[in-house]
């Protein structure tokens, strides 16, 4: 019985092993896998011109806070917030009865010394003359001792000196008066330029002047020129490289919705702000309609452009760990790691800085799974829809 189990295993395996060895595509030992197949797409070299989205205030061309040069009481006033006025307007007449008896007191100094340098005149005419007839008179000798010509020509000088001195004084005396007269034209306060009052800060009785305790804080009228307007742009230090004077860029606000509104470059700070790191760029507005009020915020359709041309690749194909951010790179059958610094976005694509060259293959989607080295076989990406 025992002899007869041995003989039935040996011819099981027999016919176990002649089966295994029917079965088609079967060997004894299992097949290798082949290489990893990774779709890829080339690196493209094109111009950068793509349009960021920056915010901007849109500020008067000129403002001014008027504050009023002489101590007066406000006698009239002419403009208020929302006012248009052209440059020499009277926005406020002032009144100081004090001015008056000053000039008053000016005047009579002035006639003084015009009364004085006329009695300085005649004296130094009279020097003079008797001056000239000791001399002619000296010419006879014995006649006029020398001495007493001599005295003469010194008396006609000093009368000269006195006649100097009392023109100085009637100058100045016509300087004060003219000061008077100035400070009394300060008591209307006029516009300095051509715009819109937004602000009024006095009305009619109330004392003011340049320093008339806490109301001087505060201006009588605040005028700005709302018919050109400055877009203050702050553009980030990155892409300042570029700016250009007299470039039109378009931008737009909220209380115009749907609309655009356009400025051109006119001032560049050319110095960025270590807080903010942007750089300050004006743009002029024209407002001769007065659509646009200062201080709104405007949403600036930024331009930006490279000197050269860029790389790009798709946004999909750069990886980043916790300390590195790469492209995947297949070249000779082999991936490498390849470290980028992305820029701006284009569509689809990522502009990017590095060691890579136009048409180098790249993976298509950047993973930190496929390792540097590995096997791959390359497969050109389908272009997208």
Known sequence: MTRFSG?????????????????????????????????????????????????????????????????????????????????????AVLEAPELLAQRAEAQSKLQAAEAQIAVARARADADRGTFERLKAASATPGVVAGNDVVVAEKMADASQGQVAAAQQTVEAARQAVNAIRDMEGYLRVTAPFSGVVTERNVHPGALVGPSSGTAAALPMFRLVDNGRLRLVVP???????????????????????????????????????VATRTMAVELDVANQRARLAPGTFAAVRWPVRRSGPSLFVPSASVASTTDRTFVIRVRGGKTEWVDVRTGLTSGALVEVFGELRPGDEIAGRGTDELRPGTDVQARQAKPAA
Do not use: H
Request: glycine share 8%; net charge neutral.
């Open 7 to 91: 003989i039935v295993l040996v011819a099981v395996v027999a016919a176990s092993c002649g089966r295994a060895e029917t079965i088609p595509g079967r060997t004894g030992a299992a097949a290798a896998p082949g290489p990893r197949t990774v779709e890829v797409v080339r690196v493209i070299e094109q111009p950068l011109d793509v349009e960021l989205s920056l915010a901007g205030e849109l500020t008067p061309y000129q403002s001014v806070a008027i504050y009023p040069r002489v101590t007066g009481f406000v006698k009239t006033v002419s403009a208020d917030r929302g006012s248009r006025v052209r440059a020499g307007d009277a926005l």
């Open 235 to 273: 553009v980030p230090e990155a892409y300042t490289t570029e700016l250009r004077t007299g470039a039109a860029i378009p931008f737009a606000v909220a209380a115009y919705p749907g609309q655009s509104f356009s400025g051109t470059v006119a001032r560049i700070a050319q110095a960025v702000d």
